[in-house]
DNA sequence: AAGAGACCCTGGATGC
DNA sequence: TGCATCCAGGGTCTCT
C-alpha cells in the first residue's frame, strides 16, 4: 500500500509517541512478521530497548535502538500503525505489538502479511541496496540519464526499481510519467536528456506535493490517528481507466507493465515520441 | 546482467 | 444468495 508519502506521514506521527520509550516487552502475533533474527531472538532483544532515533529510507522505517541496534519495518501493501492504549482490544490483522512503557502499545497491523520487521545491527543489511531519495539532490537528471543508458526495460519498470530510485511506488510512478509526459512502456535508454530531466522533475513535483497532502487513501491506508490522505483528490491518471485527461480531454487508458496496473494518457504521452 | 514470471497473503468487488 | 474469478498501493526469488 504505503509509498514514500504515505510511510513518512505514518512515522511522522507515531515518532513523537514512541520517542524515547522503552519497549517493556512485545507481542509476536503472527510470527512471519519477524524477518530476521528468529522470532525468539528478536523478542529477546527488543525487550527493555529504548528507541532513541525514528527514520526513513525509502519505504523503510528505520528505529534505532539504545544499545546501537536498528528496528526496521516495512509496510509493504496492507501494513499500518497505530499507537493505542493497551486496553484497547487487539484488532483483527494486528501482527505484531510493541508494549511501550507509558502504558501504551505500539501496534503493527497487516491484512495481507506482506510487511517485515527486521532487527539488524547495522542498517544497510536491510536498505543498502536502495538508490537515492528521490528529493534529495543526488537523484539528479545527470545520475538517471546514467542509470538508464542502454536499458531497454520500460521506463516505469525503471521507476518501480527501489535500486534506482527509493520510495516511488505505483501510484506515483504513473503520476510523474503522466506530468513529464512520458509515455509508461517506452524503453528506459530511448528517453531523450530533456525527458528525463523533465521526468526527474515530474518525480520530485509528486512526491513533495503528496508529503504536503499527506499521502494518497485509495482503500487501507489511514494516518496513524485514523484520519485519510489527500493526494487522492489530486490524482490525475491514477485509477481513472476512461474518464477524461484533466489536460486534452482524451480517454484515460489503463494496461499492465511489469505485472503493474499502469494509467496513462495515450494522446499526452506517446509511445512514438 | 537484465528482464519476465511466480510467489507470498487476505478481502473486497464483480460476474454468473 | 452463493460461488468463482479477478484485483490490489510491494518486494523477492528463480529461471532464462
Redesign the pocket.
Known amino acids: 500500500?504505503?509509498?514514500l508519502p504515505?510511510v513518512q506521514t505514518i512515522l511522522d506521527a507515531l515518532a513523537p509517541l514512541i520517542w524515547e520509550q522503552v519497549i517493556v516487552d512485545v507481542s509476536v502475533l503472527w510470527p512471519?512478521v519477524v524477518d530476521r533474527p528468529s522470532v525468539d531472538e528478536f523478542v529477546a532483544a527488543v525487550r527493555g530497548r529504548r528507541v532513541v532515533q525514528t527514520s526513513r529510507r525509502?519505504?523503510?522505517m528505520l528505529f534505532q535502538l539504545d544499545d546501537a541496534c536498528w528496528l526496521i519495518m516495512?509496510?509493504?501493501?496492507?501494513g499500518n500503525m497505530r499507537v493505542v492504549f493497551r486496553e484497547e482490544p487487539v484488532q483483527?490483522?494486528d501482527r505484531l505489538v510493541f508494549h511501550l512503557e507509558n502504558g501504551r502499545d505500539w501496534r503493527f497491523n497487516d491484512?495481507?502479511?506482506?510487511g517485515r520487521a527486521y532487527l539488524v545491527s547495522d542498517p544497510d543489511e536491510?536498505v543498502g541496496?536502495l538508490g537515492p531519495e528521490p528529493l534529495d539532490e543526488s537523484f539528479s537528471a545527470a545520475y538517471f540519464i546514467e542509470k538508464l543508458a542502454?536499458?531497454?526495460?520500460?521506463i516505469k519498470?525503471?521507476l518501480?526499481d527501489?535500486r534506482i530510485v527509493?520510495?516511488?511506488?505505483?501510484?506515483y510512478?504513473d503520476e510523474a510519467l503522466f506530468r513529464a509526459r512520458v509515455h509508461p512502456l517506452r524503453?528506459?535508454?530511448s528517453l531523450q536528456p530533456r525527458e528525463i530531466a523533465a521526468l526527474v522533475d515530474a518525480v520530485k513535483g509528486v512526491i513533495a506535493q503528496a508529503l504536503d497532502e499527506m499521502?494518497?487513501?485509495?482503500?487501507?491506508?489511514r494516518r496513524p490517528d485514523g484520519s485519510v490522505?489527500e493526494f487522492q483528490n489530486s490524482l490525475q491518471v491514477?485509477?481513472r481507466t476512461g474518464r477524461p485527461c484533466p489536460r486534452c480531454g482524451a480517454m484515460i487508458e489503463?494496461i499492465?507493465v511489469?505485472?503493474?496496473?499502469t494509467h496513462f494518457c495515450p494522446v499526452e504521452q506517446r509511445l512514438d515520441a
Do not use: C, S, W
Not at 491484512?111 to 506482506?114: G, L
Not at 542502454?150 to 520500460?154: C, L, N, P
Open positions: 500500500m504505503p509509498e504515505e512471519g525509502g519505504k523503510y516495512h509496510l509493504r501493501m496492507t483483527p490483522h491484512t495481507r502479511k506482506f536491510v541496496k542502454g536499458r531497454r526495460a520500460a519498470t525503471l518501480l527501489q527509493a520510495g516511488v511506488g505505483n501510484i510512478a524503453a528506459a535508454g499521502g494518497t487513501t485509495l482503500r487501507d491506508y490522505g491514477f485509477r489503463r499492465v511489469g505485472g503493474r496496473a
